[in-house]
């Protein structure tokens, strides 16, 4: 076997080959490229990319703490487990951020590189394990968080391209003063600095962990609780408002309705104060002084008394004597004088066999009975049989009203009786002399 000449030489003569060929391979052109563009001429399309014909990678998402509270972050880690010759690419979801690791925070944004997308490890098995952590921070008090749904693209080795999209979730919100002994202020400073320090607005001291270390967030969290928020209880609100509008417009029609039920309120009539005797004395006084007999209104006369001596009985015993007919007011006063005759018979003790007996007797001679039957038979043949009486006949019937009006009116003194037996005999006179 002959030796290779020396390196030198050996150099100098396969340079000496190489450069025209790669000259030639330069002039040359390659088969299947385009020309040089023209101006004018259309941009080359860009072909899709092919679709991935392997297994995709074997995905699951977690995220603690579970439940989780008001303001406090929610740490979302998304594994991928995929053969080396597959590459993952994680987008953040959308209403996500990035959690950064201590060293990411202490550097400036600028600097600042996503702890999520360098997170690759391999497993025994020979697979890579890439983890992509992201956080949720609920800003409302609702029941629960959404998760939003993460896309994973891998790309393989041969230029296929696949996605795998994990389904997002929701995790369950914990009530902020849930188990809380003592629910009194909290005092809120940086996580990792003393209150002191944070009262004063110093910065942290060098060596002190950073504020967005997860641990040390989740123990400023788990000592201080986090930043409580003021909530409108609308369905409470609502409800207070419709009962508030239900009742001041309750109230509103009430004072509406009283208003126009007082205007349409009909005036009662105007009620004499004066005793029925007075009233009816005054009346026959006024009668008497127009002298209407003299006059030839004689018709016209009788009808006034009638109505004067009926007034003075509707009045007196409480019927209404100025709507009924003469009959219905006898058959009204024989019954009024029978149950004070009976009163005053019962009073005695006597038997309901000597009552019979005594009662009908003492209707018979009853003065105010026969002077007011009298009185409304003569003053309706005179009103309704054209009997045309003389004016001495109307002096009498004028007298005989004020008789009617002596013998029933109210006394004086309660002790003295009126319109019963006594004025039998007492008003046997003015009831003859009336006749």
Same mark, same amino acid.
């Given at each position: 076997?002959?030796?290779l000449?020396? @390196?030198?030489?050996?150099?100098?003569?396969?340079?000496?080959?190489?450069?025209?060929?790669?000259?030639?391979?330069?002039?040359?052109?390659?088969?299947?490229?385009?020309?040089?563009?023209?101006?004018?001429?259309?941009?080359?399309?860009?072909?899709?990319?092919r679709?991935?014909?392997?297994?995709?990678?074997?995905?699951?998402?977690?995220c603690?703490?579970?439940? +989780?509270?008001?303001?406090?972050?929610?740490?979302?880690t998304? @594994?991928?487990?995929?053969?080396?010759? +597959?590459?993952?690419?994680?987008?953040?979801?959308?209403g *996500? =951020?990035?959690?950064l690791?201590?060293a990411?925070? =202490?550097?400036?944004?600028?600097?600042?590189? %996503?702890?999520?997308?360098?997170?690759?490890? #391999?497993? /025994?098995?020979?697979?890579?394990?890439?983890?992509r952590?992201?956080?949720?921070?609920?800003?409302?008090?609702?029941?629960?968080?959404?998760?939003?749904?993460?896309?994973?693209?891998?790309?393989?080795?041969?230029?296929?391209?696949g996605?795998?999209?994990?389904?997002?979730?929701?995790? /369950?919100?914990?009530?902020?003063?849930?188990? +809380?002994?003592? &629910?009194?202020?909290?005092?809120?400073?940086?996580?990792?600095?003393?209150?002191?320090?944070?009262?004063?607005?110093?910065?942290?001291?060098?060596?002190?962990? *950073?504020?967005?270390?997860?641990?040390?967030?989740?123990?400023?969290?788990?000592?201080?609780? &986090?930043?409580?928020?003021?909530?409108t209880?609308?369905?409470?609100?609502?409800?207070?408002?419709?009962?508030?509008?239900?009742?001041?417009?309750?109230l509103?029609?009430?004072?509406?309705?009283?208003?126009?039920?007082?205007?349409?309120?009909?005036?009662?009539?105007?009620?004499?104060?004066?005793?029925?005797?007075?009233?009816?004395?005054a009346?026959?006084?006024?009668?008497?002084?127009?002298?209407?007999?003299?006059?030839g209104?004689?018709?016209e006369?009788?009808?006034?008394?009638?109505?004067?001596?009926?007034?003075?009985?509707?009045?007196?015993?409480?019927?209404?004597?100025?709507e009924? @007919? %003469?009959?219905?007011? #006898?058959?009204?006063?024989?019954?009024?004088?029978?149950?004070?005759?009976?009163?005053?018979?019962?009073?005695r003790?006597? %038997?309901? /066999?000597?009552?019979?007996?005594?009662?009908?007797?003492?209707?018979?001679?009853?003065?105010?009975?026969?002077?007011?039957?009298?009185?409304?038979?003569?003053?309706?043949?005179?009103?309704?049989?054209?009997? =045309?009486?003389?004016? %001495?006949?109307?002096?009498?019937?004028?007298?005989a009203? #004020?008789?009617?009006?002596?013998?029933?009116?109210?006394?004086?003194?309660?002790?003295?009786? @009126?319109?019963?037996?006594?004025?039998?005999?007492?008003?046997a =006179?003015?009831?003859?002399?009336?006749?």
């Amino acid at each position: 076997m002959s030796r290779l000449p020396s @390196t030198p030489a050996f150099c100098l003569v396969l340079a000496g080959l190489v450069t025209p060929a790669f000259g030639l391979a330069q002039d040359a052109p390659v088969s299947g490229a385009s020309s040089p563009s023209t101006p004018g001429s259309a941009p080359p399309s860009v072909a899709p990319p092919r679709p991935a014909v392997g297994p995709p990678p074997e995905v699951s998402l977690a995220c603690a703490p579970e439940p +989780v509270m008001v303001g406090e972050p929610l740490i979302c880690t998304l @594994t991928a487990v995929h053969p080396e010759t +597959v590459s993952i690419a994680v987008p953040l979801p959308a209403g *996500a =951020a990035e959690v950064l690791s201590i060293a990411d925070a =202490a550097r400036s944004p600028a600097d600042g590189e %996503s702890a999520a997308a360098a997170a690759t490890t #391999r497993r /025994p098995d020979g697979r890579l394990e890439t983890l992509r952590r992201f956080q949720v921070v609920p800003q409302e008090p609702k029941r629960t968080v959404k998760v939003p749904a993460v896309k994973v693209i891998y790309t393989e080795a041969t230029g296929g391209v696949g996605e795998v999209e994990v389904p997002g979730r929701k995790v /369950p919100l914990k009530r902020l003063l849930e188990n +809380v002994e003592n &629910p009194a202020f909290r005092t809120f400073q940086a996580p990792g600095q003393p209150p002191a320090q944070a009262s004063s607005g110093a910065a942290p001291a060098a060596g002190a962990p *950073a504020s967005g270390d997860p641990e040390v967030r989740a123990r400023f969290v788990a000592a201080h609780g &986090p930043v409580p928020f003021v909530t409108t209880n609308w369905p409470a609100l609502i409800a207070a408002i419709v009962l508030g509008g239900g009742l001041l417009g309750t109230l509103i029609t009430v004072a509406v309705s009283r208003w126009l039920a007082a205007r349409r309120r009909v005036v009662a009539p105007w009620v004499d104060p004066r005793p029925a005797h007075v009233i009816a004395l005054a009346a026959l006084d006024a009668l008497q002084a127009e002298s209407l007999p003299e006059q030839g209104r004689m018709k016209e006369f009788y009808f006034r008394l009638s109505e004067i001596v009926r007034a003075y009985l509707e009045k007196r015993y409480a019927f209404a004597a100025l709507e009924m @007919t %003469s009959d219905e007011i #006898r058959a009204r006063y024989r019954a009024l004088r029978r149950g004070v005759i009976e009163g005053e018979l019962g009073a005695r003790g006597l %038997s309901a /066999p000597e009552l019979a007996l005594l009662i009908p007797e003492r209707l018979g001679q009853d003065a105010a009975l026969i002077a007011v039957e009298d009185f409304l038979a003569e003053t309706d043949w005179v009103k309704f049989a054209d009997f =045309a009486p003389s004016e %001495s006949a109307a002096d009498t019937a004028l007298r005989a009203a #004020r008789g009617i009006v002596a013998l029933t009116r109210e006394a004086d003194d309660p002790a003295t009786p @009126t319109g019963g037996a006594a004025s039998t005999a007492g008003g046997a =006179a003015a009831a003859g002399g009336a006749a």
